[in-house]
């Protein structure tokens, strides 16, 4: 991949955007977020993807020479549609992507982090969506996720003004999850990610699986998921070795089966 490299850690896969100067996610940067799928979905060394910018920032949004070569308002809905998808897969992929944001995640940088599973921001970050500026709007699912994070009220204020929050009043809002110092951002957010990847890999996709519901607001659907849900995860290997381990005061060695 030209803009995305990555390198394995203690189970994590730690993913970097670099297309300076700012990440702007160009179509070629996005096919490379759903190659990084791609490459880590059967790898049973990784557990966890932690994805961070190179340089100043997480990404300060779409490429914009690029919308200059588009024509026609049905390639720009196709663009849109396509970009939507890659994201959706970020959102219900089976292992925890985790984005550690500095500098700025605008635009479609912002929709890519929100995508993600969880957010760990710089104090000072600027998260924002500043479409309706270039008189557009988010086109990457950015309109939808953002209310579920904010609430309608404050995302049609980050909308329409187009003024982007620090990462401070994002963690206050429950947009990101914690904010750290700019020299911590990477090592905390790697140090919680480690922690997840140490639990049974079987119960992390089934728990990623059910918040799902919670998203789309099903309830009744949702509970009764997770009941069939819970039969599974009980019967795995993993669920074995968890309850053995507790019983026996040790550290679970989970395999994922």
Same mark, same amino acid.
């Given at each position: ?148 994070? *904010?609430? #309608?009220?404050? &995302?049609?204020? /980050? $909308?329409?003004? +187009?003024?982007?929050?620090?990462? !401070? =009043?994002? @963690? ?29 890999? *079987?119960? #992390?996709?089934? &728990?990623?699986? /059910? $918040?799902?519901? +919670?998203?789309?607001?099903?309830? !009744? =659907?949702? @509970? ?34």
């Amino acid at each position: 991949m030209e803009f995305i490299s990555w390198k394995k850690e203690d189970g994590i896969a730690i993913a970097t955007i670099n297309r300076p100067p700012a990440n702007a996610l160009s179509r070629a940067l996005i096919l490379e977020v759903d190659a990084l799928l791609d490459e880590v979905k059967n790898d049973s060394d990784v557990r966890a993807i932690v994805l961070h910018g190179e340089g100043r920032f997480f990404s300060a949004g779409a490429d914009i020479k690029e919308f200059t070569e588009v024509s026609s308002g049905e390639e720009f809905s196709k663009l849109s549609a396509s970009g939507q998808a890659v994201f959706e897969r970020v959102e219900t992929f089976h292992k925890p992507v985790i984005a550690a944001i500095h500098g700025a995640a605008l635009g479609g940088g912002l929709e890519l982090a929100m995508s993600c599973h969880m957010r760990f921001v710089t104090e000072n970050a600027k998260l924002g969506l500043p479409e309706l500026q270039l008189g557009l709007i988010p086109g990457f699912a950015g309109t939808q996720r953002l209310p579920r994070y *904010v609430g #309608v009220a404050k &995302a049609a204020e /980050m $909308l329409l003004t +187009s003024d982007p929050i620090t990462g !401070e =009043e994002a @963690v206050q809002l429950g947009l990101a999850n914690r904010s750290f110092g700019e020299e911590d951002l990477l090592s905390q957010t790697l140090s919680i990610a480690k922690k997840i990847a140490k639990k049974s890999p *079987v119960s #992390v996709k089934a &728990a990623i699986d /059910m $918040l799902q519901y +919670s998203k789309r607001g099903a309830f !009744e =659907e949702g @509970v009764k998921a997770e009941a069939d849900s819970f039969g599974t995860v009980f019967v795995s290997e993993d669920a074995k070795e968890g309850i053995s381990a507790f019983l026996e005061k040790r550290e679970a060695q989970f395999k994922g089966k």
